[in-house]
């Protein structure tokens, strides 16, 4: 493959490209021949021997196997080695911690949860993850040296100018200004710190609803009411990394709350949070409304809500939530004017299509901008996985550099 402009075009620095695209296709089709290797990057076939004969070498594609079926003989099959590398990524909530080792190809090889209840940590916060990573390493046959670089999910965000965890003060024993340095000692291998709703973004952009988007919002409720704005292709966090903290957001129709960061409530999270869902059900007449958890009571109303969209009662509700949704993300809209808008979160994917649908045409009666809404695709704790796509993302940027390797 030709270099870039701006590029040497030392042999180094070519074999370099041509092997991280051939890694990318093997990454993108899983198993692939010598010759088809060759004709998806332009090279020759003795170039393409080359190599991959070379990332054998470095341990970074097997053989795995030849063609069967075709005319002539057999050609041998090549595939991304998954021992490669391996990367983690940590889910943190007040309740639980949900970790999570994966190999290079993205396959999750090993996961743990440590439950975490109570406003008082049982065991320091370091102690926590280091238990939480070592138990998903553990699941995964390996040892934590086997694992490249983590990624950490969390309400809130950690200032970057500062060090501390901000828009999260449900999260106890997060908040010392000494906790990433204890956490980077006790932890020798490189850690990364990001928003949980920003990770369900990366997910969604990585393998979901957002594939191939450049500019969306994607809007979360579950434990919270939060929002990711990703722009040109990156998140964006914001000075202090409260960029998206949108349950902090003035809406009409609730009191204007001061010093929302020391009540942790706001406008917009008791408008159209997890906890308006069964506030709203009781005010219809709704009967049988379950206990537990906000986000789970608000996931079970809105399913039923949307099966039985015919029973009137259930189809006031969807309304009225889709349109206290749709207050403040008229808001978002206005001002960032995305191509799309992503809903996640088990109170919002729990609606499906009909929620959807709702939001959809109650958004265009109160913005200009005409965003299109879609139901996020990663159903299945999107936070972690996102937190493990980032993980991978920087590990193979770091592991398929054979240029830097040879140096």
Excluded at 110 to 136: F, I, N
Excluded at 284 to 298: N, Q
Aim: aromatic share 4%; charged share 20%.
């Amino acid at each position: 493959m030709a270099g870039t402009a701006g590029t040497p075009g030392t042999p180094r620095v070519l074999r370099a490209m041509n092997d991280r695209a051939a890694l990318d296709l093997l990454m993108e089709h899983g198993q692939l021949s010598r010759t088809r290797i060759g004709k998806l990057t332009g090279l020759s076939k003795p170039t393409a021997s080359q190599l991959l004969a070379r990332l054998e070498a470095a341990g970074l594609v097997l053989a795995s196997g030849t063609t069967e079926g075709r005319p002539g003989p057999n050609a041998q099959l090549y595939e991304v080695n998954p021992a490669a590398a391996y990367a983690a990524g940590l889910d943190v909530t007040p309740e639980r911690i949900l970790a999570a080792v994966a190999d290079i190809t993205g396959r999750t090889v090993g996961s743990y949860e440590l439950p975490t209840p109570g406003r008082r940590p049982a065991q320091p916060v370091v102690r926590q993850v280091t238990d939480a990573l070592d138990g998903a390493v553990k699941a995964a046959g390996l040892a934590r040296d086997d694992v490249h670089r983590l990624v950490i999910g969390t309400p809130g965000a950690f200032d970057p100018n500062t060090g501390r965890l901000r828009y999260a003060s449900h999260l106890p024993g997060w908040h010392s200004p000494a906790l990433l340095d204890a956490l980077a000692a006790a932890l020798p291998i490189p850690v990364e710190y990001e928003n949980d709703v920003n990770l369900a973004a990366v997910a969604e952009q990585r393998l979901g609803a957002a594939r191939g988007h450049e500019d969306f919002v994607l809007l979360w409720n579950e434990g919270g009411l939060g929002a990711a704005l990703v722009l040109g292709g990156r998140l964006h966090r914001g000075w202090t990394g409260g960029a998206g903290e949108v349950g902090f957001l003035p809406v009409p129709g609730t009191p204007l709350v001061r010093q929302v960061t020391k009540a942790n409530s706001g406008g917009y999270q008791e408008l159209a949070g997890s906890q308006a869902v069964p506030k709203i059900a009781r005010e219809l007449g709704i009967e049988d409304i379950p206990t537990g958890p906000y986000a789970e009571v608000a996931a079970v109303l809105v399913a039923r809500a949307a099966e039985q969209a015919d029973v009137p009662a259930f189809q006031r509700l969807l309304e009225t939530y889709a349109t206290r949704l749709a207050t403040g993300l008229a808001s978002l809209v206005s001002v960032l004017d995305p191509e799309l808008v992503v809903l996640s979160g088990a109170s919002l994917t729990s609606g499906g299509e009909a929620l959807r649908a709702l939001v959809q045409a109650e958004l265009q009666e109160l913005a200009a901008a005409r965003p299109r809404l879609v139901i996020g695709d990663v159903r299945e704790h999107p936070v972690l996985r996102g937190a493990l796509e980032s993980a991978l993302a920087t590990t193979r940027d770091e592991v398929f550099d054979t240029a830097a390797a040879s140096r």
